[in-house]
Each structure stands twice: as C-alpha cells, then as structure tokens.
C-alpha cells in the first residue's frame, strides 16, 4: 500500500485553508499505488525572499522524485501564453499561474534542497552518484494534473510535451481500470513512469539509477523523507496558512475593536481589563489614531522603553501630524517632569536614583511640592498602557496632567495577572474617578497565541483568564530541560538554523528569560562586546556545520536591528519584552523558581509572547 502524508482524506484540510476538489480527486486514485512509492500532499519551500508550495511530491527509490501540480476546471492557454482557468457551471473564468512552471520551479527547489542538506553529512558520498559529483543521485521531473478537461487533445504547445499531463481522458482510463479490477499497470503508474523516462533522456548518467546498490538507494531514500520533504509538511510552521487565517480573524476582530471605540467615544474613562494578547495595546493605538484625526492632544504612556518604541514606530504610520501625540515610557515622562522642577541639579540627580531605585513615594511627593510644572504637560486625553505595571504611588501625577479633570479623556489598560507589583483595582477605580460597572471593559479573546500555546500557558502557569482563543491550533509547545544556560543556547541555535535555513526570517524569532544573559552564564562564553560600536553582551554559538550564530543582548531592540550580522538571534529578559510578541519564543526558565509565584509569572509573561510556536527550557 502507498506511503502516503496526510494518511487520512479527512486529514487534507489540516494542511490548507480549503483544499481544491483537483487535489482531493489526485489523493484518491494514488492509494491504488504499492508501497514503493511515498507521496506528500502540500509541501511547502521557502527561500530568505520567496516562497511557494508543490500540490503533490512523489518519490520512488528506485526512480527518483516528481512534482504534480493540480489544476480542476477548464484549463487552457492563449495565444499571448497566459493560463485560464474557467468554471462553465458557474460562469467564471479567471488567469492562473503557468501550472507547468509552478510544478518545474518547486522540483528545483527540492532538488537544490537536497543537493544543500547532502553535502553536509558525514556520509555525503553515499548520498550523490559518485565521489566527484554533486548532483542528486536519481531522476527528478514535473508534470500536471487536469481532471476536468481534455487538455491534450485541444492544446498543443512547444513548452511541454504530452506525456506530461494527466488529463480527464487518462482519468476516465484510471476509473475504468478500477472497475475492471486492477488488473496489470494502472494508466496513473504508467504516466509517473513515463515522466521518469522523459526526464531520464535529459541527463547523463555515469551510474544510472538502476544501477545503483540496494543500500546506497535505501540511503538516498531515508534521507530524502526525514530530511527533504517531511520536514517540510510536518516540522515547520506553515506560515502563509497562518497568516492567512490569522489576517481573516484579524480582519473581523478590528471591525469589533472599531465598533466598540465608536460606541464609547462619548466615555472621557474607561478600564480596558484583558490578560496577555486580548488586544489592549492596539486599542489603545487605534484610540490615539482617533484622538489625532479629532485634533486632540494625546500622551500614550507605556510601562517600558521597548512598547515605548514600538507603539511610536506603529502610530508614525498613520498621523500627520506627530506633535499630537506624544509616546513616552514611563522612566521618560518622569524624567521630564523632574527636569523641568525649579530644582538643583545635583538634587535632580538625586530624584531620579530614587527613580532608579524604585522609591515611588519620594518622587510623588517632591513632584507634588511643585505642581506648577504640569502646565507643561497637559494633555486633552492620557492612554496608560500596562497600568499594572506602574506603581499606584504615581497615578496622581496622570490626573495631574489633564487639562481639564472632568472633561479630559483617560483611558487606562491592565492585566491584573501580569503585575510586577501587585494591583489593588478598587484604588484604580477611586483615583481615576471610574466606576467598576460603568468604566471597566473586559477583554477575554486571546488573539495572539494558538489555541495549544495558550492553553499551554494557563495550565503551566496558572494565569491567563480567557473564554475564547484563537482559531487557529497550533502545534504543542516543545518543552526541554538542560544542565546549564549554554546547552539551553545550543539546543535552541540548532532549532533556530533549521528556521533558518526554510527561509524563515531571524527576526520573528527571539529568546527569553527571567534574567540578563550575562548573569545566567557561569562557563564564560557570554562576553561583552562591541558590535558595529554598540555594546552588549554577546555569546558565539557555532554549528557543526560551521555556521556562526551570535545571540546577542542590546539594550534596545533598535540598537540590535542595527548590528549588521546576518545570523543574529535577539535576547531580552522578559520584563523588558513585555506587550512585545514574536512568531517563535524560545523561553528560558531556571529550575530554582519551581515552587515561587515569579516561576508562573514567568512563564505567563515570556509564552504569552510566542504566536504561533513556543519552546520552554528548563535550567538549573
């Protein structure tokens, strides 16, 4: 019986958003196939600038390896070489891609694949014809598959030629050969059989593939699935599928965020209440982007630099004009406030150490001796983003910065799981001036993780209130313990190089910890260096295969996209990376906070970042 991925028809729709009837019809007549051959349904390939995907890639080992690309319909070709595709039961005709091409284009890239990946083992040379040649070591062709029209009979043309094509005729023939009992060749065994010798003539042999020993094809054959092709349907992220289906969720959750700004654009307070990834942050945006078309001047407040920059980077798209909204970190809006104070400047420094230091109470009340310097920071409407995160001792100043106490605008956005310093939200409701029935919006939908990585962190962690997750599942987050922070590095280097190596781009990966990387490492391999004249810790991790790869702690994620290094993984410690997400979070955790509520903060805050794929490692 056939090696066939999916196993199971019903599983096809796991690997699309909508799989096309041709593609369903082709998955059904291969079955009939013995176990000579291997065939997979929707491989993706990826290079670092494109993209594409194969319908269906067959290998035998005694032979080598096609690609079909199927096409249902009416397909045709104009005069001026462009593909139609027509539906004569619903009226439609529209262009499509050049099948033919399609199909040729993904066989280079699983040819050139392989050529790449063989190259770097150690048994190599089994794996290629010979010792002084690298080519792939057995046949490889294309053809297409069109089950709803006579394509041979009514096209004719110089760029193919008919043994090529799979057509509605050679589909009828397949059926009657069923009917009759699958007696000798089916006609679908025989047209892969002529391909193979269509692209046999092509090449020059000095060993053809028949002629190759028993174990030398096993070898080419094992190394073919696990490292080629499966790899591709089963490892990997589909990311165009994702992001298509994660877009259309998008696409209807900011119609609801829209709706529910207009419905509360008369509301001068409002609590946005929201565990990680339920949208808080980009409402937020969007009602500054509405405050700015409304001409009112706005300060977004952020908990840290890194939001701080990102919220400026995202709203800088859509204002006019910037002096409208201003975008400070907290550590920024305070240090504003104490150098604009009628004060010394050595006791100006010594305002800002308390900062430093955390003695929110001291700062309040020197601030408050002098509260004739809000006249320079008055604002129409105050958004707060990670309120949590911000000590209850400097709410004051907010209202404070208000032109007008009752008719300013305050908006104000918290995930009580997510303090660093513990919430009390009835003192919120008092000092805003809210009422918890009224004011208080309550987000549950998480819309950045899958569904597994957010269960994954509710369960682990203990966090994370939601009632209502993402449609997309998602695979199960990777879970790992290591005896030190550099083979947790190592590990996650290895994983990170095969991202890399489909294409995937460094910059939607990033690595995690409750701690700076300089203080996890005791084996002296973290250093501090200076990159393109930027400094940061550093730590050198190459490959067997000779590849360098250097994971790198910036202050700031602008001074690393800065760093001209191709292979560069960012690291940040996890306070510093809050309402920050990547595509991929590798979460670095110590052992020793098991048993400590830090431990499930931790978690919550670090997985609640990774959109699509999460790995925790585990440390002493």
């Known amino acids: 019986m056939v090696n066939i991925y999916p196993r199971r028809m019903e599983d096809l729709q796991g690997s699309k958003e909508k799989v096309p009837e041709s593609e369903k019809e082709f998955y059904r007549i291969v079955n009939v196939l013995n176990d000579d051959w291997v065939i997979w349904h929707s491989v993706r390939w990826f290079k670092i600038r494109a ?29 001026d070489r462009k593909w139609k595709q027509s539906n004569h039961e619903a009226g439609v005709e529209h262009t499509i891609k050049d099948p ?7 066989m280079y890239e699983i040819r050139d694949l392989y050529i790449k990946k063989a190259r770097r083992q150690k048994n190599k040379r089994q794996l290629f014809r010979s010792r002084n040649e690298w080519y792939f070591p057995l046949i490889y062709g294309y053809g297409v598959f069109f089950p709803n029209c006579y394509f041979k009979q009514n096209q004719e043309c110089i760029d193919y030629v008919e ?8 589909l009828k023939a397949q059926e009657n050969w069923e009917e009759e009992g699958f007696k000798g060749i089916s006609p679908l065994e025989r047209y892969f059989n002529n391909l193979f010798n269509i692209f046999k003539e092509r090449t020059k042999w000095k060993i053809p593939p028949d002629k190759l020993f028993e174990e030398r094809k096993n070898a ?14 089963s490892g990997y992220i589909d990311w165009k599928r994702f992001y298509q289906k994660r877009n259309k969720e998008l696409d209807k959750i900011n119609e609801v965020q829209d709706f529910l700004l207009k419905a509360l654009s008369k509301k001068k307070r409002c609590i946005f209440i929201g565990s990680a990834g339920t949208g808080k ?50 550590g920024q809006f305070i240090g504003k406030i104490i150098k604009n104070l009628n004060i010394s400047i050595p006791k100006e420094r010594k305002l800002k150490e308390h900062f430093n230091n955390k003695d929110y109470c001291f700062i309040k009340e020197e601030i408050l001796k002098n509260k004739d310097v809000f006249d320079k920071f008055k604002y129409d409407a105050i958004l707060i983003d990670e309120t949590q995160d911000i000590d209850s001792n400097l709410w004051e100043l907010f209202n404070l910065s208000l032109k007008d106490i009752q008719n300013s605008i305050l908006y104000i956005f918290y995930d009580e799981q997510q303090a660093i310093n513990p919430l009390i939200p009835k003192e919120i409701y008092t000092t805003f001036g809210m009422s918890e029935d009224h004011d208080a919006i309550i987000l549950n939908h998480n819309l950045r993780n899958t569904n597994k990585i957010a269960k994954w962190l509710s369960t682990y962690s203990n966090l994370g209130n939601y009632s209502k997750f993402s449609g997309i599942s998602g695979e199960e987050p990777i879970t790992k313990k290591f005896s030190n922070l550099f083979e947790a590095l190592e590990f ?49 991790i190459h490959l067997s295969k000779g590849n360098l790869y250097r994971v790198i702690h910036p202050k700031t994620i602008s001074e690393f996209n800065s760093i001209n290094f191709e292979r560069k993984i960012l690291f940040k410690p996890i306070s510093e990376f809050k309402g920050l997400e ?23 805050l670090g997985a609640s970042r990774a959109k699509f794929k999460l790995y925790y490692l585990e440390i002493p």
Do not use: W
């Open 492 to 540: 996650s280097i290895g994983e990170i190089s095969k991202y890399y190596e489909q294409g995937i781009n460094l910059d939607r990966i990033a690595i995690l910890s409750n701690r700076r990387l300089q203080s996890l490492d005791d084996s002296g391999v973290v250093k501090k260096r200076a990159l393109m004249g930027i400094e940061c810790d550093c730590c050198n």
């Open 51 to 79: 993209e594409g995907e194969s319908d269906f890639v067959i290998f035998n080992k005694n032979y080598g390896f096609l690609v079909i690309e199927a096409k249902g319909g009416e397909i045709s070709r104009t005069n």
């Open 281 to 330: 942050t980009y409402i937020a945006m969007k009602k500054a982007i509405m405050n700015h078309n409304e001409d009112l001047k706005t300060l977004f407040l952020c908990y840290n630099y890194e939001l701080c920059n990102f919220v400026e980077t995202y709203l800088n798209q859509f204002i006019q004009h910037k002096n409208k909204i201003t975008v400070y970190s907290l």
């Open 220 to 233: 080419i054959e094992r190394f073919f699935i696990e490292e080629v092709v499966s790899v591709n349907i």
């Open 582 to 604: 990547r595509d991929i979070i590798f979460l670095i955790l110590p052992k020793e906070f098991k048993e400590n509520r830090f431990k499930n903060l931790g978690q919550y």
């Open 163 to 170: 043994e090529q094509i799979f057509d509605l005729n050679d």
């Open 100 to 106: 033919f091409r399609q199909s040729s284009d993904a």
